[in-house]
């Protein structure tokens, strides 16, 4: 008898646990239509339910294969920190991209390395930018339809990026981060730190309009401030990042600062993010795991 009930009640619990499920989708779904304005008869329900999965960053196999948009990732780096950071970008998020190049002034073996007989060192960013998006331009062109540059202490879920990225033409000019306002510039920048993804097509016209016609600084400055520059000198827009929540996808600053809502000086008043990328953590602020033994690092999930 005891067994019997024993099971009775497991099997309501089961079900009481499916029912629970299916009102959150249902409220989830509900809130997306009032969000869009659009009543249920304007949508698909199953349509519905998958942007939903889709926005909660589910990555299934089923989801995974609807991106056929071909990715190149591109990683500035520099023969001191291909042992320290690189190689662990390579062995973790960076590997997922269709295609990654770590530019450097020295070749690797622990890396896929573009050498690019640069100068180093933050005072040489901007150069070292403008040099790779040209060689992209020049050699890759025409293979991929997403160029990312992320730095080798950023976190990228690639999965996250390629959802951004599949609701979006690479044939025309796009260009995705963590939006900053700048006093000279008109539509601002985006942050180097979080990582930015061009389109196929921005990339061409901002080295075509820009980059070729000498009317990019070549060196010098702020690296993400002048990439923004020669963008909006070349007429490239940039595009809104915020998810279907209003919630960032982009963020310049590592997760310990999000979680206990400190931003340093681009304090932020929202407190919802949606994870496309991310500084990493300083060793100082959070135990690296074994796996990462660098000097940045990011607590596995």
């Known amino acids: 008898m005891s067994c019997n009930c024993h099971a009775l009640l497991k099997g309501r619990l089961v079900r009481a646990f499916v029912v629970f499920a299916a009102i959150l989708i ?46 190149l990732c591109w990683i500035p780096s520099r ?36 050498v690019l007989p640069l100068p180093e060192g933050r005072d040489h960013l901007t150069i070292k930018s403008m040099a790779a998006f040209s060689y992209l331009y020049d050699h890759h062109l025409h293979e991929f339809d997403w160029f990312l540059k992320a730095d080798d202490d950023t976190y990228v879920v690639i999965e996250n990026l390629r959802l951004l990225l599949s609701r979006h033409s690479s044939s025309q000019a796009h260009v995705f981060g963590y939006h900053i306002d700048h006093e000279t ?45 020669c963008l909006e000198t070349a007429g490239v827009k940039l595009d809104d990042s915020h998810d279907m929540f209003g919630r960032k996808r982009f963020h310049p600053f590592d997760l310990f600062s999000y979680l206990t809502n400190k931003e340093g000086f681009y304090q932020q008043s929202e407190s919802k993010h949606f994870l496309v990328s991310h500084q990493q953590e300083p060793v100082s602020r959070a135990a690296c795991p074994s796996v990462v033994p660098s000097r940045t690092c990011i607590q596995p999930t």
């Not at 869009?36 to 008869?41: D, L, N, Y």
């Not at 062995?91 to 390395?113: G, H, L, M, N, Q």
């Not at 016209?205 to 980059?211: L, S």
């Open 185 to 229: 510039l008109k539509q601002g920048y985006l942050s180097g730190g979080a990582g930015y993804v061009l389109s196929r097509e921005a990339l061409r016209v901002m080295v075509e309009e820009g980059v070729r016609k000498d009317r990019c600084r070549r060196d010098g400055g702020s690296e993400d401030v002048e990439i923004g520059r």
């Open 79 to 114: 023969p001191s920190s291909v042992r320290t950071k690189a190689r662990h970008v390579w062995a973790t998020w960076a590997s997922r991209c269709d295609k990654t190049v770590f530019i450097s002034a020295e070749p690797s073996d622990e890396v896929p390395t573009v």
């Open 26 to 71: 249902l409220l989830q779904i509900t809130l997306v239509l009032v969000k869009t304005g659009q009543t249920a008869s304007e949508r698909d329900p199953l349509a519905d339910a998958l942007v939903i999965f889709q926005e909660l960053g589910h990555r299934t196999p089923l989801l995974r294969h609807n991106f056929t948009q071909r990715l």
